[in-house]
T-cell receptor, first 114, second 114 residues
Framework: DGGITQSPKYLFRKEGQNVTLSCEQNLNHDAMYWYRQDPGQGLRLIYYSQIVNDFQKGDIAEGYSVSREKKESFPLTVTSAQKNPTAFYLC???WGTGANQPQHFGDGTRLSIL | AQKVTQAQTEISVVEKEDVTLDCVYETRDTTYYLFWYKQPPSGELVFLIRRNSFDEQNEISGRYSWNFQKSTSSFNFTITASQVVDSAVYFCALPNQAGTALIFGKGTTLSVSS
């Protein structure tokens, strides 16, 4: 079945540690996105990529980094510079390079601080 | 600037009641798309509908219906004869000004009790 796979489902970070969240899609979608969700909040855009080897900052990119070396993969690294990383992280993908297409989401990764 | 407002934070209903979730948006675009997503307790967002601003006809899909009114910048979602499985957080969204990603409202948590 086609879809988006995020791993791990739960992740714990120690102070000063970088952690990487995985996102893989087999939908052959061009665009991929990372969102952060906090309790009672909507989704906020961290980074997005419209094409391989290219990505753009979203509204809350500070303390995060991404790469897009393959069409299928868009990993997100939460760096030690992100002082409040506890949140639910959702990866999404869509056809084309604009936001007018429906986005398909993974199951999310819940990140907590140890 | 683009903005989506979902004023209802939480709604509780009893099974078989009808319920309407409100969405009000702001956009500078003359043509645009609007979206609704459902987030069940499992966490992933599920795409429900995409509506083009050209088309103001109401849309019905089973127990779900959507009322799009350009004059009031609203795109409301009604569930008829609600069921426990409808319990979820519902998000309304529209593309950002650059058309590169979605802007989400803060969501409405719907609880349906039996």
């Amino acid at each position: 079945d086609g879809g988006i796979t995020q791993s791990p489902k739960y992740l714990f970070r120690k102070e000063g540690q970088n952690v990487t969240l995985s996102c893989e899609q087999n939908l052959n979608h061009d665009a991929m996105y990372w969102y952060r969700q906090d309790p009672g909040q909507g989704l906020r855009l961290i980074y997005y990529s419209q094409i391989v080897n290219d990505f753009q900052k979203g509204d809350i990119a500070e303390g995060y980094s991404v790469s897009r070396e393959k069409k299928e993969s868009f990993p997100l690294t939460v760096t030690s510079a992100q002082k409040n990383p506890t949140a639910f992280y959702l990866c999404a993908s869509s056809w084309g390079t604009g936001a007018n297409q429906p986005q398909h989401f993974g199951d999310g990764t819940r990140l907590s601080i140890l | 600037a683009q903005k989506v407002t979902q004023a209802q934070t939480e709604i509780s209903v009893v099974e078989k009641e009808d319920v309407t979730l409100d969405c009000v948006y702001e956009t500078r675009d003359t043509t645009y798309y609007l979206f609704w997503y459902k987030q069940p307790p499992s966490g992933e967002l599920v795409f429900l509908i995409r509506r083009n601003s050209f088309d103001e006809q109401n849309e019905i899909s089973g127990r779900y219906s959507w009322n799009f009114q350009k004059s009031t910048s609203s795109f409301n979602f009604t569930i008829t004869a609600s069921q426990v499985v409808d319990s979820a957080v519902y998000f309304c969204a529209l593309p950002n000004q650059a058309g590169t990603a979605l802007i989400f409202g803060k969501g409405t948590t719907l609880s349906v009790s039996s």
